[in-house]
């Protein structure tokens, strides 16, 4: 950030120059522009992974087990990031888990907008009972530690991809609720509504053709930034034991099995991890420019 | 101020019964906890009278009743199905742990967030804000259990400076606290920023400036007072997810805390336990809003008019 060396220390004015504003809003959009390259990375490797991989992910050789990478001493330049505990190659592993990370947290966010945004829609739309009712469910939500509900749902539910996806949607559905409910409030008051209303459009066709596309961006920012949560949460659960079920190669699963060996082999740990701070960063970047563009207000919060 | 008190208390007692319902609730989805405690051999006339004696034969909206009552009147969650003792007692060995790292995140967390976060919102696009932006941007992308090991790897075993697992002395707290402290601190970070601007943009702050007071003085007399508000609120709300956070530090850590004990439980289905623990921590969610709100209310007359 060097066009930032200059402290900026006016008090006076909370407002930025133009100069400043514009210089800011490239900054941001550099840093958007890095976030979309880390997520179409992420996406050419999730589809074409069988012909980027050096090897097989599940092909174990016991022989080969614990390889270092290749850039340390004693490593393999056949196996670049080195080689797990079964002898399997770590790179491919990794690129491997893309997919999983990729559709789990596709998946679960589309869920959770089902859920929430309908939910939110009802509940600002409507207000009185519908949105003290859901309003209420929310607070329930929010008041259950996400780990804890999506754990117990995983171990009741049985550990899958598909019980996983269902787990994560169940949780994080709140937070779009919350969010599209104060928007839609907002919407709610303004003239094009009333005149909607005046001219006897049906309830749903305000809320599919009027209020709904107004909430696209809010709900697309939203979703982008849930995507990064969603791939987390996956593997968190995935690390302890209550996600995707090894040998499948998960970015979680594979940090769990590291970590048994992170005295000696610190790397079969840090290059799932970073695999998962990559993937979580570029689409945060890319939320965080795409609210910039969107709604600077939303900035904020 | 009572009604407002009374109307947060009413909200926050639903929320409570909601979630000991869901929490009940789980246990029935598909497990049978006849099945699981007799033997696989127990014949079909013994599972009956096993299921009369425990009273498991009688509708599930009556077992609920009974669980919150026992819950409610005597904080009786039941046996835990593994260690065969009552999972209250498990639960109240396990949680001053929990409470200790916890303190020391959330102390942590408020000297790094308190002072950055402020200096952000009065030097709005220095270095140093963007410094810590772009900090907060790269916190909130790390997985907090991977940002655990590294600290091991690098702390414990590479530099040796701090013990990797356990909790006997003061220097296990350090990598455990750092851990869950990064998980919440951008956010942290962020609202004390965003906090301190809105008020910093107010008409009062401006007023005091047209007064001719010092910059120090409208700071502390005037906005830090205000700003206070967001604060307090940021960190009730944040119990929940420090509580979140502290299962999978404690997972990391070896830490015998309630977040160990609630993973182990759910891995070995002792829903007595999980329960407990549910309850417990939605109690603690539910209790850290409520304080946040009253005192944010007592600060501010707007709050409980409003």
């Known amino acids: 950030m060097p066009e930032f060396a200059a402290p900026y220390s006016d008090t006076e004015e909370a407002a930025p120059t133009t100069l400043k504003r514009v210089l800011q809003k490239m900054w941001h959009l550099r840093m958007g522009v890095l976030g979309g390259f880390l997520i179409l990375c992420l996406i050419f490797v999730a589809l074409f992974c069988p012909y980027l991989a050096p090897h097989d992910p599940y092909k174990q050789d016991i022989t080969k087990r614990l390889g270092k990478p290749a850039f340390m001493d ?36 589309i869920l959770m907008l089902t859920v929430g945004v309908t939910l939110g829609l009802v509940a600002g739309y409507f207000g009185g009972k519908a949105d003290a009712v859901i309003s209420f469910l929310v607070n329930c939500m929010m008041g259950f530690p996400f780990i804890l509900l ?37 919407l709610r008051e303004r003239e094009f509504i009333l005149a909607a209303k005046s001219l006897a459009f049906s309830t749903r066709r305000i809320l599919a053709r009027h209020i709904l596309p107004n909430l696209l961006p809010a709900i697309i920012v939203l979703a982008t930034v849930e995507v990064a949560r969603a791939i987390i949460r996956e593997s968190l659960l995935s690390f302890l034991g209550l996600g995707i079920q090894p040998p499948t190669p998960s970015w979680g699963v594979m940090l769990a099995e590291g970590r048994d060996y992170m005295l000696l082999q610190w790397w079969l740990a840090a290059f799932p991890g970073m695999a998962i701070f990559l993937a979580a960063l570029g689409i945060n970047l890319l939320g965080d420019a795409l609210r910039d563009l969107v709604d600077p207000y939303l900035r904020k919060t | 101020m009572r009604t407002f008190i009374i109307k947060q208390l009413v909200q926050a007692i639903g929320v409570c019964l909601v979630i000991s319902m869901i929490s ?5 989805l598909n497990t049978d906890p006849a099945l699981l405690l007799l033997p696989p051999e127990a014949e079909v006339s013994d599972i009956a009278k096993f299921k009369k004696q425990m009273g498991l034969d009688r509708p599930v909206p009556v077992q609920y009743l009974d669980f919150l009552r026992k819950v409610v009147l005597h904080g009786d969650f039941g046996n835990s199905f593994m260690a065969k003792v009552p999972a ?19 102390i942590l967390v408020n000297l790094v967030a308190l002072p950055v976060g402020i200096v952000s919102a009065i030097r709005r696009y220095s270095l140093m804000d963007n410094v810590a932006t772009f900090t907060a941007l790269l916190g909130q992308a790390m997985p907090l259990y991977w940002f655990g090991i590294m600290l091991i790897i690098i702390f414990g075993v590479w530099l040796r400076w701090f013990p990797i697992s356990g909790s006997d002395t003061w220097a296990h707290l350090v990598l455990p606290a750092v851990t869950l402290a990064s998980w919440i601190l951008p956010i942290n970070m962020r609202m004390v920023r965003s906090g301190m601007l809105d008020v910093l943009n107010q008409d009062y702050i401006r007023t005091a400036r047209a007064k001719g007071l010092t910059e120090r003085k409208v700071l502390i007399k005037h906005a830090f007072k205000n700003a206070a508000i967001p604060v307090i609120t940021i960190t009730g709300m944040q119990v929940g997810a420090l509580l979140g956070g502290a299962v999978v530090t404690e997972t990391v850590f070896a830490w015998p805390g309630l977040g160990r004990l609630a993973v182990d439980s759910i891995r070995m289905g002792d829903y007595p336990v999980v329960q407990a623990i549910v309850v417990v921590f939605a109690l603690f969610v539910v209790i850290g809003n409520l304080a946040a709100d009253i005192l944010a209310a007592l600060i501010d007359p707007r709050i409980r008019l409003g």
């Not at chain 1, 999983?100 to 596709?106: D, F, H």
């Not at chain 1, 049985?158 to 996983?164: E, F, K, P, R």
């Not at chain 2, 009940?24 to 029935?28: I, K, M, Q, S």
């Open chain 1, 74 to 109: 004693g490593g393999k330049a056949e196996y670049p990031l080195g080689t797990d505990h079964l002898g399997r190659d770590l790179l491919t592993r990794i690129l491997y888990g893309t997919r999983i990370s990729l559709v789990v947290g596709l998946a679960a966010v």
């Open chain 1, 150 to 186: 999506a754990m117990s749902l995983v171990a009741v539910l049985g550990a899958s991809l598909q019980n996983i996806i269902i787990a994560l949607g169940c949780t994080g559905w709140p937070v779009f609720t919350r969010v599209i409910r104060i928007e839609t409030m907002k």
């Open chain 2, 24 to 28: 009940f609730f789980l246990l029935f």
């Open chain 2, 88 to 106: 209250a007692k498990l639960v109240r060995e396990r949680l001053p742990a929990t409470i200790e790292l916890a303190l020391a995140a959330l």
